[in-house]
């Protein structure tokens, strides 16, 4: 895997999550970018060109566990052509660092099972996996709900 030495990583604003929204290459995955005090949105540039984001936001748990909360990755994106070379790890570990620093107790995620390439990115960054079916539109699928518990030492 070739690693990128010469990434910046943006926090994302307003106006960057607009210009997102506008680039139809991103399909709609700039909708899913949440903005404020409990999220945590960033993105990685090559130069002046965007090659991927992520955007978390804290949640609670449910009731009995509603005391803790967790970082929930709303969205997880690199362009296919810099994909497998370490930006969307960069960008999940910086998420989990954020969640660790904000005392969270996990981080979980979502991903369906053609995401083959978030498959194998929440498998390296150590994260658990729990299969969930589902029907969309009369569409049958599954996923998986992804967690990486966080130890508070």
């Not at 994106?77 to 954020?98: F, K």
């Not at 390439?117 to 390296?124: N, V």
Request: aromatic share 12%; hydrophobic share 40%.
């Amino acid at each position: 895997m070739e690693r990128m030495d010469d990434l910046e990583y943006r926090e994302i604003t307003h106006s960057l999550r607009d210009q997102i929204i506008a680039d139809k290459s991103w399909g709609n995955a700039g909708e899913h970018i949440r903005l404020g005090p409990d999220c945590f949105s960033i993105c990685a540039f090559v130069g002046e060109d965007l090659v991927g984001f992520i955007s978390a936001f804290r949640r609670p748990l449910p009731p009995p566990l509603a005391d803790l909360s967790e970082a929930f990755i709303n969205i997880i994106v690199v362009r296919p052509s810099y994909q497998r070379r370490g930006i969307g790890s960069s960008l999940l570990q910086r998420t989990v660092q954020w969640a660790r620093q904000h005392r969270l107790y996990q981080v979980s995620a979502w991903s369906t099972e053609d995401r083959i390439e978030a498959i194998g990115l929440w498998r390296k960054a150590g994260f658990g996996f729990r299969r969930q079916e589902f029907e969309v539109e009369g569409r049958k699928g599954y996923g998986f709900w992804v967690v990486l518990p966080l130890s508070h030492d």
